[in-house]
């Protein structure tokens, strides 16, 4: 088969239908990528907006531009556009659409769940803007502080919306993920060990568990407030037993670590774009991994440097002062590779390298600050001033955007096969420099003379006038800038001139296909034995094009993409990846109708909604498998492997042993809310604790035990253990009802006392977690029937046993810490 005729039968597989039904039903990473990118600057434009408002409006004392109510919808969406729809979506796009490319593969280890999580994004996102369009538009700040979000002094649906909103698009960050961690580690190219992988990929599969740990506790302290907000269970409230710091934790829990999770992205385009401007490979690979891996676990140790004016005692803020003093360590190994590999070669002054010279003037004063606000006696004077608002851009712009601004025109030339003339770029580079620190350098010293961040006016004898109005000046000249940007973006796409193959001289796989891209990335998987393969093998592309690697032959129409061991990266099974499906954009839209019915009070759809989710994941999965074992398949270069669905751990069981991560966080988080108003809040203990039950107790243990070691020996032997599966269900079963049991007859009214909330939101949890393991149980049944499940084919009891075990494991302790305090009262 020549390249041509492999081409053609490639894309025949690949390829998205015509019209508008391509554009609904394509799961392809590239399409889906690029979808995530557009919007996310979409959102940043029109996040950039609101900010514009917002300098017009304290441009000068007494301004009558927006009053109080309308300045604080401002400034909430300002925060919770460029937080939420713009930092993390945009490398999440990146990340879709480059890591195949980078790392050797036709697409992700789940196209289909990268599909679900564009459209939840952009559902999520929509919902956001709708309430901007109705005037009810969240107006407590993106932080959402309670008790300002409460009902008591937030009684409209604004509030509700930025918590049931955010937390759609959440769901849309898990998605990412969960895709983006499972294709990391084993979607790769055969050969390329953890050692080879560049350094683009450590960076995204650090960020990307950062976001399974992290982001969980924001999801909980929305859930617990929306739950606040809509039945009066008050766990914020004071005077019932609730604390509005423990909203601050759980808040922080996710926002500290999200600052670095939106850095490590871009110092990884920063890590692959200084090597090819210097001309010269990146000093330090090992040092720079493990500064990632540290600054990865040190961030989670940072939450409080956020509320040292909270009033909590004096070891914690000096352990957490130190903490957050500490982390700027693997910044600064990073910073000094980056600068030694600019040192060491001949760099070139394009306009990537432009943009980064601009990061790192703008982040190391950002980092400078930060280190000045980690130390307490500063931060007691600097807090909630515009001092911390200037750290926070400096951190951000010069951390996320200028590297962003950097790897755009970078990778252009990969996404659209086009180059631009420099001069417009340049021109819009030094604007934007020079507009954002005229902005946000005033910001600092009208901080520093005491004006408080958020407020919509002050008087004229502040002395804040001059700072303001110059602030406000650049941020029209930086607004002035971004839109030349745009402008010579769009002039790129639409009229630059044709680029050759890697314009840039760089070494990694990207860079070996034809741009634009086919469909199908790779017409054969490379073997790859070095961190830099085109520097290797200049020729790698041609003979990719002839066919020389892994998968070269279509056959069957399957998609298919290599698997590898995790560490070594040898040759473990092929992935057959789905095609294209209307799936995502549905079951997205019946997500989105579980959180359109609670938002209008509707909470009869929610359950509804919830059975339609678990519908559309029984056809999502059901459209999987095959009747027959089939055996190693060739996969060329001599060699045979296994489909996956012949595998213990394929794509579906890594995907759940990840899920289960972000889970388990979820599920800490509520135990460390439990632990903190038992221990910390006013009105405790409560009038009236769960009556212990020695017997509901008991019950439910046999039973969780029963499902576990049953869905064990079913995913051990599924063909022989229709028995073990009848008794995990009845294990289930069991142990559903002591907490079925607990809440109606043990349990106190939620609405009393925290404590009773609390208590009703765990038996939930694990009620739910019941009904997800044995949903999975009547799967494996359905799938046995119909001969899906074989002893070769046994992933998914596999999975139905992870399930079991999570469910059984997180209802016994659940069940300990609601019935152990009433026994021993």
Same mark, same amino acid.
């Given at each position: 088969?020549?390249?041509?005729?492999?081409?053609?039968?490639?894309?025949?597989?690949?390829?998205?239908?015509?019209?508008?039904?391509?554009?609904?039903?394509?799961?392809?990473?590239?399409?889906?990528?690029?979808?995530?990118?557009?919007?996310?600057?979409?959102?940043?434009?029109?996040?950039?907006?609101?900010?514009?408002?917002?300098?017009?409006?304290?441009?000068?004392?007494?301004?009558?531009?927006?009053?109080?109510?309308?300045?604080?919808?401002?400034?909430?969406?300002?925060?919770?556009?460029?937080?939420?729809?713009?930092?993390?979506?945009?490398?999440?796009?990146?990340?879709?659409?480059?890591?195949?490319?980078?790392?050797?593969?036709?697409?992700?280890?789940?196209?289909?769940?990268?599909?679900?999580?564009?459209?939840?994004?952009?559902?999520?996102?929509?919902?956001?803007?709708?309430?901007?369009?109705?005037?009810?538009?969240?107006?407590?700040?993106?932080?959402?502080?309670?008790?300002?979000?409460?009902?008591?002094?937030?009684?409209?649906?604004?509030?509700? %919306? @930025? $918590?049931? =909103?955010?937390?759609? +698009?959440?769901?849309?960050?898990?998605? #990412? !993920?969960?895709? &983006?961690?499972?294709? /990391?580690?084993?979607?790769?190219?055969?050969?390329?060990?953890?050692?080879?992988?560049?350094?683009?990929?450590?960076?995204?599969?650090?960020?990307?568990?950062?976001?399974?740990?992290?982001?969980?506790?924001?999801?909980?302290?929305?859930?617990?407030?929306?739950?606040?907000?809509?039945?009066?269970?008050?766990?914020?409230?004071?005077?019932?037993?609730?604390?509005?710091?423990?909203?601050?934790?759980? %808040? @922080? $829990?996710? =926002?500290?670590?999200? +600052?670095?999770?939106?850095?490590?992205? #871009? !110092?990884?385009? &920063?890590?692959?774009? /200084?090597?090819?401007?210097?001309?010269?490979?990146?000093?330090?690979?090992?040092?720079?991994?493990?500064?990632?891996?540290?600054?990865?676990?040190?961030?989670?140790?940072?939450?409080?440097?956020?509320?040292?004016?909270?009033?909590?005692?004096?070891?914690?803020?000096?352990?957490?002062?130190?903490?957050?003093?500490?982390?700027?360590?693997?910044?600064?190994?990073?910073?000094?590779?980056?600068?030694?590999?600019?040192?060491? =070669?001949?760099?070139?002054?394009?306009?990537?390298?432009?943009?980064?010279?601009?990061?790192?003037?703008?982040?190391?004063?950002?980092?400078?600050?930060?280190?000045?606000?980690?130390?307490?006696?500063?931060?007691?004077?600097?807090?909630?001033?515009?001092?911390?608002?200037?750290?926070?851009?400096?951190?951000?712009?010069?951390?996320?955007?200028?590297?962003?601004?950097?790897?755009?025109?970078?990778?252009?030339?990969?996404?659209?096969?086009?180059?631009?003339?420099?001069?417009?770029?340049?021109?819009?580079?030094?604007?934007?420099?020079? =507009?954002?620190?005229?902005?946000?350098?005033?910001?600092?010293?009208?901080?520093?003379?005491?004006?408080?961040?958020?407020?919509?006016?002050?008087?004229?004898?502040?002395?804040?006038?001059?700072?303001?109005?110059?602030?406000?000046?650049?941020?029209?000249?930086?607004?002035?800038?971004?839109?030349?940007?745009?402008?010579?973006?769009?002039?790129?796409?639409?009229?630059?001139?044709?680029?050759?193959?890697?314009?840039?001289?760089?070494?990694?796989?990207?860079?070996?296909?034809?741009?634009?891209?086919?469909?199908?990335?790779?017409?054969?998987?490379?073997?790859?034995?070095?961190?830099?393969?085109?520097?290797?093998?200049?020729?790698?592309?041609?003979?990719?094009?002839?066919?020389?690697?892994?998968?070269?032959?279509?056959?069957?129409?399957?998609?298919?993409?290599?698997?590898?061991?995790?560490?070594?990266?040898?040759?473990?099974?092929?992935?057959?990846?789905?095609?294209?499906?209307?799936?995502?954009?549905?079951?997205?839209?019946?997500?989105?109708?579980?959180?359109?019915?609670?938002?209008?009070?509707?909470?009869?759809?929610?359950?509804?909604?919830?059975?339609?989710?678990?519908?559309?994941?029984?056809?999502?999965?059901?459209?999987?498998?095959?009747?027959?074992?089939?055996?190693?398949?060739?996969?060329?270069?001599?060699?045979?492997?296994?489909?996956?669905?012949?595998?213990?751990?394929?794509?579906?069981?890594?995907?759940?042993?990840?899920?289960?991560?972000?889970?388990?966080?979820?599920?800490?988080?509520?135990?460390?809310?439990?632990?903190?108003?038992?221990?910390?809040?006013?009105?405790?203990?409560?009038?009236?604790?769960?009556?212990?039950?020695?017997?509901?107790?008991?019950?439910?243990?046999?039973?969780?035990?029963?499902?576990?070691?049953?869905?064990?020996?079913?995913?051990?032997?599924?063909?022989?253990?229709?028995?073990?599966?009848?008794?995990?269900?009845?294990?289930?079963?069991?142990?559903?009802?002591?907490?079925?049991?607990?809440?109606?007859?043990?349990?106190?009214?939620?609405?009393?006392?925290?404590?009773?909330?609390?208590?009703?939101?765990?038996?939930?949890?694990?009620?739910?977690?019941?009904?997800?393991?044995?949903?999975?149980?009547?799967?494996?049944?359905?799938?046995?029937?119909?001969?899906?499940?074989?002893?070769?084919?046994?992933?998914?009891?596999?999975?139905?046993?992870?399930?079991?075990?999570?469910?059984?494991?997180?209802?016994?302790?659940?069940?300990?810490?609601?019935?152990?305090?009433?026994?021993?009262?």
């Amino acid at each position: 088969m020549n390249p041509i005729e492999r081409h053609k039968a490639m894309t025949r597989i690949w390829a998205n239908d015509p019209g508008w039904r391509g554009v609904l039903t394509s799961v392809n990473h590239t399409d889906i990528g690029k979808r995530l990118i557009v919007a996310a600057f979409v959102f940043f434009l029109i996040g950039g907006v609101l900010a514009m408002l917002i300098r017009a409006q304290i441009a000068t004392p007494g301004s009558a531009f927006a009053g109080p109510e309308i300045y604080n919808q401002l400034f909430t969406m300002h925060g919770s556009i460029m937080m939420f729809l713009f930092a993390i979506p945009m490398f999440e796009g990146l990340a879709i659409y480059m890591l195949p490319k980078m790392l050797g593969a036709r697409d992700l280890a789940y196209p289909r769940l990268s599909a679900y999580g564009w459209w939840c994004y952009l559902f999520g996102g929509s919902m956001l803007l709708l309430s901007m369009v109705l005037g009810l538009a969240p107006d407590s700040g993106w932080f959402m502080y309670t008790p300002l979000s409460s009902k008591p002094y937030s009684p409209g649906i604004n509030s509700d %919306f @930025w $918590l049931l =909103g955010i937390t759609f +698009v959440e769901v849309s960050a898990i998605a #990412a !993920a969960v895709d &983006i961690t499972v294709s /990391i580690l084993k979607v790769r190219s055969p050969g390329m060990s953890l050692g080879k992988m560049p350094l683009f990929a450590w960076y995204m599969l650090v960020t990307a568990v950062m976001m399974l740990i992290g982001f969980p506790p924001l999801i909980l302290g929305s859930v617990l407030l929306e739950v606040e907000r809509a039945f009066g269970w008050p766990f914020f409230d004071a005077a019932r037993g609730g604390d509005s710091l423990l909203w601050q934790h759980l %808040f @922080w $829990l996710f =926002g500290h670590p999200e +600052v670095y999770i939106i850095f490590l992205p #871009a !110092a990884g385009a &920063i890590s692959t774009i /200084i090597p090819v401007m210097a001309r010269t490979k990146i000093l330090g690979y090992g040092w720079i991994v493990g500064a990632i891996l540290a600054l990865g676990f040190l961030s989670f140790g940072l939450w409080v440097h956020h509320m040292f004016a909270t009033g909590i005692p004096h070891m914690a803020l000096a352990f957490f002062s130190a903490a957050s003093t500490l982390v700027a360590v693997p910044t600064g190994v990073q910073i000094f590779a980056w600068l030694g590999t600019l040192w060491a =070669g001949r760099p070139r002054m394009t306009l990537p390298m432009l943009y980064l010279i601009g990061f790192f003037v703008t982040f190391v004063m950002g980092g400078l600050t930060g280190v000045m606000v980690a130390v307490v006696p500063f931060d007691w004077q600097a807090h909630d001033t515009a001092f911390v608002t200037a750290h926070l851009h400096y951190v951000l712009m010069g951390g996320f955007v200028f590297p962003m601004l950097a790897a755009t025109y970078y990778w252009l030339p990969q996404f659209t096969g086009r180059m631009g003339s420099p001069a417009l770029g340049r021109l819009a580079f030094w604007i934007i420099f020079i =507009g954002f620190h005229l902005t946000f350098l005033m910001m600092h010293f009208v901080g520093l003379l005491g004006m408080p961040r958020r407020i919509e006016t002050y008087s004229a004898d502040m002395g804040w006038t001059v700072w303001n109005l110059i602030s406000s000046v650049g941020g029209f000249i930086l607004a002035f800038g971004f839109g030349l940007f745009t402008i010579d973006v769009a002039m790129q796409i639409l009229d630059g001139r044709r680029a050759r193959r890697n314009p840039w001289g760089a070494t990694t796989l990207e860079w070996a296909m034809p741009t634009p891209v086919a469909a199908y990335n790779f017409a054969a998987i490379p073997r790859v034995d070095d961190r830099d393969p085109l520097e290797k093998d200049p020729m790698l592309g041609a003979r990719i094009a002839r066919g020389e690697g892994y998968v070269a032959v279509p056959r069957n129409g399957w998609r298919e993409t290599m698997a590898v061991d995790t560490t070594t990266g040898a040759p473990d099974h092929v992935i057959l990846l789905p095609a294209n499906t209307s799936l995502p954009i549905w079951t997205a839209a019946v997500t989105g109708l579980f959180f359109t019915g609670i938002l209008i009070g509707q909470y009869w759809i929610a359950p509804l909604a919830a059975i339609g989710v678990a519908y559309m994941g029984w056809k999502w999965a059901w459209a999987l498998g095959s009747r027959e074992d089939v055996g190693p398949v060739d996969i060329g270069c001599g060699e045979r492997a296994p489909l996956h669905v012949e595998t213990d751990e394929g794509p579906g069981w890594w995907g759940s042993v990840f899920l289960m991560s972000a889970d388990g966080t979820f599920f800490a988080s509520m135990l460390f809310g439990y632990a903190f108003l038992w221990t910390i809040a006013p009105n405790w203990p409560p009038p009236q604790l769960v009556s212990g039950n020695a017997l509901a107790l008991a019950l439910g243990l046999g039973g969780a035990a029963l499902a576990a070691v049953m869905a064990r020996r079913l995913a051990s032997r599924p063909m022989n253990s229709g028995a073990a599966l009848v008794l995990s269900a009845a294990g289930l079963g069991t142990l559903g009802l002591a907490f079925a049991w607990t809440l109606v007859f043990a349990a106190p009214d939620p609405r009393s006392h925290a404590y009773a909330g609390i208590v009703g939101v765990m038996a939930g949890y694990a009620l739910v977690h019941v009904a997800i393991a044995a949903l999975m149980l009547a799967f494996v049944a359905a799938r046995r029937r119909a001969g899906y499940v074989s002893q070769a084919r046994r992933v998914e009891p596999r999975v139905a046993m992870l399930w079991t075990m999570y469910a059984a494991a997180t209802g016994v302790v659940l069940l300990a810490a609601i019935h152990l305090p009433g026994m021993g009262a």
